[in-house]
Every structure is written in C-alpha cells, then in structure tokens.
C-alpha cells in the first residue's frame, strides 16, 4: 500500500491538471462558436459567387484559361493547413501522416513542394527537402492562423495562383481537416489548381437576359481568382474550425480520464488510512494485553 | 429595389435604396430602379447608395461583382 502523503499529492496534482484541462475544454468551446460563425456568414457569399459563375459560363467553354489548364503532374505543392498550437488529439498528426503518405505513393517521382501553414505543420517537415522551396513562396504559414482575414488568404491565393500560372507547378492541393461537427473532423484532400470542372446541373440559370459589363470573359476572368480565393479561405476556416472541435474532444476524455483517476486515487487513499488505523489499534490492543 | 452587399466575412448592408453609384471596372456607373438584369466586375473605390429615405452612405470596395435583376442587386464586395 503506497504511503498516504504520496498519495495525497497525486489527488492534488491530478486535480489541478484536470482544472487546466476543463478550462481549455471551455475556451474552445467558446472559440467553435465563433469558428462555425465565421463559415456561415461566409456561406452566402459563396453561395452567390457559384451562382453568377454558373450564369456566366454557360455558354462559354470553361476549360479554357490559365487555371484550369490540365498539364503533366511533375511538381506538385501541397498546403498544408495544421494549427499553431497541440493538444487536440489526431488533428495535426493526420494532416502530416497523409501528406507523407501521398506524396510517397500517387506522386512519387514528383518534384513535391510543401507549403506549411500553421507552426505543427512547419515543425514536423522542418528537417524535409520539400519544405525548403515552400518557405520560400510563402513566409507568413504561422501567423496567417491566428490572423485568418480574407485578405490574408487572397494573399496566398494569389501566391498559389501565380505559382500555378507560371508553370513553376502542375498540381496545387490542399489538405485540411474538414469540419463536419464538434466531435467529427474529415481529412480532406481538395485540388486546388486546376480546376476542376463544375458539372452545371440546371440550365434554367442562363435563361435571363443580363447585361454583361464589360463583357462576359473579362467577367469570367475577374471571377475566377475571386472562386478560387473563396474555396481557399473556407479550407482555412474549416480547418479552423475543426482544430476547436478536436481541441474540445480531446479535452473534454482528459477531463473525464482524470475524474477517473481522481475516484480512484480517492479510493485507494481511503483504504491505506483505514489500514494505517486498524493496524494502529491492533498495536494499542497489543500493548494493553501484553499489560495484564 | 433591394440591395445587398456581401463580403467573405459579413454581411455589409441590406436594405431599400433608390440609387447605387459603382466604380465598375470600365468607369463608375449608377443603377436606377428597373435597370435592365446585369452583371458587372468592380475595380476599388466607393460604393454610394441613396437609400429610401434620401439619406446616402458610402462605402469602400477593394473589388468585387455586381449582379443585378429583378430589382434586387447583391454586391459582391472584398
């Protein structure tokens, strides 16, 4: 039976960690909400954004244009989106282990450039050739997570964009975690360049007579970069948001595992006094027959 | 007719204006009430609206489309 003081300090340890733990379960709790608000006012914009796209490119071949050229995949970059900080279960972990494990399969022989935005990220592939030459396209992969604006990803859109337009890489993918609700995230492998073509479902859309100023294919290729900014943002607030689910998750069985702990701890500090007190009175009972 | 200007972030306006002044990409324009459906890009500069009342309100766009039919127009502002 362990000493009882030793015992008296695990509870305390184990007490306060679980303090720690239940706080942070509450911060991100509080942050997903905000999280999950920033994907729904960005919702509409989106929504609109596909439906004037829609309206336009009827009509109109959309596999034309510099970013939806299909060309030999020998340089593929992919964006890595982590968090800047841990304690959040698999969260990082997935996005690193499925980059690797793509980039050593379907691409292998490719030139791989890996563009690191959050530090997990940038701390796992530090020591990795490929993350060299994404350093150098893009220098702000950590601060962008905790200052996620709009502009700051039009920013690396346009970054990715020029990449692509330069011919410098054939392929751009992003993998995030997409967030389907607070406990569940889904690792998420989106092609960012070229575009992938649109299925166009309904030809109502085109039925009205618009007016198209200047004309539609400087539209079209103003709406293009916007599409593409859009979809890269709503992985960054994805990913976002999931990092607070997964954080939520994790913390919410630490703070569960320690009760556990605590309860028995409790129990068996309670048998080591009872102990400590029966033998006590064995030695008094002792001594008083030993007396007679 | 009713007017919307959205950005990635928020919504920026809703509401009934009778005139919207627009630096489109080819030099600014307005938009009067049962203006013919059309869609246009917008280069930067400031959005002027006069809203029902007379009262006016700017605002300042980076970018952005318009798109306009039915007497509604929704901005799509950066």
Same mark, same amino acid.
């Given at each position: ?292 | 007719? +009713?007017?919307? &200007? /959205?950005?990635?972030? %928020? ?5 009934? #204006?009778?005139?919207? !002044? ?12 049962? +203006?013919?459906? &059309? /869609?246009?890009?917008? %280069? ?5 609206? #006069?809203?029902?009342? !007379? ?24």
């Amino acid at each position: 039976m362990a000493n009882l003081k030793e015992i008296r300090n695990r509870i305390v340890s184990v007490s306060s960690t679980k303090q720690i733990t239940s706080a942070m379960k509450m911060v991100s709790a509080a942050k997903l909400r905000r999280a999950q608000d920033a994907i729904t006012q960005m919702r509409p914009y989106s929504k609109k954004l596909q439906e004037i796209l829609e309206n336009l490119s009827s009509g109109l071949d959309s596999n034309e244009g510099v970013y939806s050229q299909e060309r030999e995949v020998k340089n593929v970059l992919f964006v890595s989106i982590t968090a800047n900080r841990g304690l959040c279960g698999g969260f990082n972990n997935n996005v690193i282990k499925t980059i690797k494990r793509v980039a050593d399969k379907e691409y292998k022989g490719c030139n791989i450039t890996i563009v690191s935005l959050g530090k997990k990220s940038n701390d796992s592939f530090k020591s990795s050739p490929w993350a060299e030459k994404g350093k150098s396209i893009y220098t702000k992969g950590i601060s962008i997570i905790d200052d996620l604006t709009f502009s700051n990803a039009s920013e690396l859109a346009e970054i990715l964009m020029g990449e692509f337009a330069e011919k410098k890489q054939d392929k751009i993918v992003l993998v995030y975690n997409q967030f389907k609700n607070a406990a569940v995230q889904e690792i998420q492998l989106e092609q960012f360049l070229p575009i992938v073509p649109t299925q166009l479902v309904d030809s109502k859309a085109s039925s009205i007579d618009y007016i198209f100023e200047p004309n539609k294919e400087f539209i079209i290729n103003e709406m293009i970069p916007k599409s593409l900014k859009t979809q890269l943002f709503k992985a960054l607030l994805d990913s976002r948001a999931s990092e607070h689910g997964a954080r939520m998750t994790a913390m919410h069985k630490a703070t569960d595992n320690a009760t556990e702990l605590i309860n028995s701890l409790k129990l068996s500090y309670n048998k080591a006094r009872q102990a400590a007190i029966t033998s006590e009175i064995l030695e008094i009972v002792a001594g008083a027959e030993a007396l007679k | 007719m +009713h007017l919307e &200007i /959205i950005t990635p972030e %928020k919504n920026i306006y809703k509401g009934e #204006v009778s005139l919207i !002044n627009l630096p489109g990409s080819d030099g600014s324009f307005g938009i009067l009430t049962n +203006h013919a459906p &059309i /869609i246009s890009t917008l %280069k930067q500069g400031t959005i002027k609206i #006069v809203e029902s009342n !007379n009262s006016e309100k700017t605002f300042e766009v980076k970018g952005g489309v318009i798109e306009m039919n039915n007497n509604k127009i929704i901005v799509l502002a950066e």
